[in-house]
């Protein structure tokens, strides 16, 4: 089935660097999200953008997408250790009730 | 408002045996979701149900049986645990014309 690919699978940098994540997918989709997972815990939705949207802004976060390219980006500015978590992309299909299909996920880990 | 809850977090089970997961949301939401996730992997739609009464199979239904009695909770079954079934479940629900889900805090579960 059709899949968000996350790039990259792991990420590791110093708090106050920009950290970005990228998503790509196949078919056309009604919106994209974000979400995030700390360890062991469920999801927790950061963004939606929808399909004629190219950037949204909320607090740290932007993310952007270029549905030409079939892709979107979640940067993270100024992270900081407890941005440390996996981050999942998912696509919302048209015509699919709103079920979502997520990717693998990005592993971004912010160190002191 | 306790959101998205789950019940049992941890269970171990023998192959061959039964056991149900219960979700339950206080947000009076149409829409609920079970997923399984997988190591290194992203999640994978098992059922969904866009409202009381309603179930329908997501990507991976086989060996799951589900049902939504009441508006506010859903349950997933397994009739005859299997190894490849070990994995963390989780739920999610949404409203009817929003997109973004809210996910509970997972169900660990081991078949051995």
């Known amino acids: 089935s059709q899949q968000g690919e996350e790039d990259p699978q792991a990420l590791s940098i110093q708090e106050g660097e920009n950290a970005t994540m990228n998503c790509s997918y196949k078919?056309?989709?009604?919106?994209l999200q974000w979400y995030r997972q700390n360890s062991g815990r469920g999801l927790v939705h950061l963004i939606l953008?929808?399909?004629?949207?190219r950037e949204k802004h909320s607090g740290r976060l932007r993310v952007t997408l270029d549905t030409s390219k079939k892709s979107s980006s979640l940067l993270i500015t100024a992270s900081r250790a407890a941005d440390t978590a996996s981050y999942f992309c998912?696509?919302?299909?048209?015509?699919?009730?709103?079920?979502?299909?997520f990717g693998k996920g990005t592993k971004l880990s912010v160190k002191p | 408002n306790a959101g998205v809850t789950q019940t049992p977090k941890f269970r171990v089970l023998k192959t061959g045996q039964s056991m149900t997961l219960l979700c339950a949301q206080d947000?009076?939401?149409?829409?609920m979701y079970w997923y399984r996730q997988d190591p290194g992997m992203g999640l994978r739609l098992i059922h969904y149900?866009?409202?009381?009464?309603?179930?329908a199979k997501g990507e991976v239904p086989d060996g799951y049986n589900v049902s939504r009695l009441k508006k506010q909770n859903f349950l997933l079954g397994l009739e005859s645990a299997a190894p490849s079934q070990t994995s963390v479940y989780f739920c999610?629900?949404?409203?009817?014309?929003?997109?973004?889900?809210?996910f509970g805090p997972g169900t660990r579960l081991t078949v051995l």
């Open positions: 999610a629900s949404r409203e009817l014309i929003v997109d973004t889900q809210y």
């Open positions: 078919t056309s989709i009604n919106n």
């Open positions: 953008i929808r399909s004629n949207e």
């Open positions: 998912a696509t919302a299909p048209g015509g699919s009730q709103g079920n979502l299909i």
């Open positions: 947000m009076n939401h149409e829409y």
């Open positions: 149900s866009v409202g009381e009464g309603t179930t």
